[in-house]
């Protein structure tokens, strides 16, 4: 019998590759202009204070189980906090992606929080 070697080759490298820099920018754009928001987290709601004027998403990322994942909508055109209830949000440690843009600017941050 003849078997072939298998194709460890990444075939998504360069696309991979693309997509890591357009994070870091993102990233790096957050750290340049002490962009992150202020969160606050308290035993019915999380808040979120951004520094500026934002449209964009959050993620709430479980560790433990992807199917407890949540996205939600960041629009504070209004300039105040955006505030989301976590009565409904299983209790426990959770990453946090936030993607948005402020004054043409594109921003990506990530952080982990613990929801009691």
Not at 59 to 68: E, V, W
Not at 81 to 89: A, E, K, L, N, R
Request: charged letters at 25%.
């Amino acid at each position: 019998m003849f078997s072939s070697p298998v194709d460890d080759y990444d075939h998504q490298y360069y696309e991979d590759g693309l997509n890591f820099d357009h994070d870091y920018i993102r990233e790096e754009q957050v750290t340049k202009e002490h962009a992150q928001p202020a969160i606050h987290v308290d035993s019915s709601c999380i808040k979120f204070t951004f520094p500026q004027v934002v449209v964009g998403n959050v993620k709430f990322m479980r560790p433990s189980s992807d199917a407890k994942d949540i996205s939600y909508s960041l629009d504070n055109k209004s300039g105040l906090p955006i505030q989301f209830s976590t009565t409904h949000i299983a209790k426990g440690k959770w990453q946090l992606i936030f993607e948005w843009k402020s004054n043409n600017k594109a921003y990506l941050y990530h952080k982990e929080v613990y929801i009691k």
